[in-house]
T-cell receptor
Framework: DTEVTQTPKHLVMGMTNKKSLKCEQH?????MYWYKQKAKKPPELMFV???????INESVPSRFSPECPNSSLLNLHLHALQPEDSALYLC????????????FGSGTRLTVV | AQKVTQAQTEISVVEKEDVTLDCVYE???????LFWYKQPPSGELVFLIR??????QNEISGRYSWNFQKSTSSFNFTITASQVVDSAVYFC??????????????FGAGTTVTVRA
């Protein structure tokens, strides 16, 4: 299995809702990442987990809450989002030694209404 | 500070023309990795090529080739004999260590390539 699977593919949520994005990989990669991509912009790093521990938080607002329950799973919990948070959220994983680079999921397209 | 610069915002070519995408990077590390990714309209990021900082050998893989020059901090990418299916946004990216053996990937702004039939 050489894929990163993200669910759901599309999500529409209200500003008072709580939702979660899910990312799963079974390649034994020890680093997992969340990126946010606005239209016509490059992906921007949000969080990095290394060996299931949060190692980078790029000053992301607390309405985004990451979680890494185990080495294969990465969640992003969403609460009280704003319309400007609408974007494509990409998950990625990589082996720690960079030998195979980064594998990206197909993303969750989030719309906040 | 911008670590990866893609000066070309958009490139439009006619099918079968060659397309060269420029990328200039900035890093203080001696060990780093450079990537090119393709993002078609569907949104997924497709890995194309990877180079580590110790290997300046330029290669060709099918219709793709790349020119890595550490002296000028450039990592340019060429699509030979372009096809309509090559239309996408192309990102150059730099992977650097933020801790010993922990890396993060930073992207350039991207170049939109349109190949016309």
């Amino acid at each position: 299995d050489t894929e990163v699977t993200q669910t759901p593919k599309h999500l529409v949520m209200g500003m008072t809702n709580k939702k979660s994005l899910k990312c799963e990989q079974h390649m034994g990669h020890r680093a997992m990442y969340w990126y946010k991509q606005k239209a016509k912009k490059p992906p921007e790093l949000m969080f990095v987990y290394s060996y299931e521990k949060l190692s980078i938080n790029e000053s992301v607002p607390s309405r985004f809450s990451p979680e890494c329950p185990n080495s294969s799973l990465l969640n992003l919990h969403l609460h009280a989002l704003q319309p400007e948070d609408s974007a494509l959220y990409l998950c990625a994983s990589s082996p720690r030694d960079q030998s195979y680079g980064y594998t990206f999921g197909s993303g969750t397209r989030l719309t906040v209404v | 500070a911008q670590k990866v610069t893609q000066a070309q915002t958009e490139i439009s070519v006619v099918e079968k023309e060659d397309v060269t995408l420029d990328c200039v990077y900035e890093t203080r590390d001696t060990t780093y990795y450079l990537f090119w990714y393709k993002q078609p309209p569907s949104g997924e990021l497709v890995f194309l090529i990877r180079r580590n900082s110790f290997d300046e050998q330029n290669e060709i893989s099918g219709r793709y080739s790349w020119n890595f020059q550490k002296s000028t901090s450039s990592f340019n990418f060429t699509i030979t004999a372009s096809q309509v299916v090559d239309s996408a946004v192309y990102f150059c990216a730099l992977s650097e260590a933020y801790l010993l053996n922990d890396y993060k990937l930073s992207f350039g702004a991207g170049t939109t390539v349109t190949v016309r039939a």
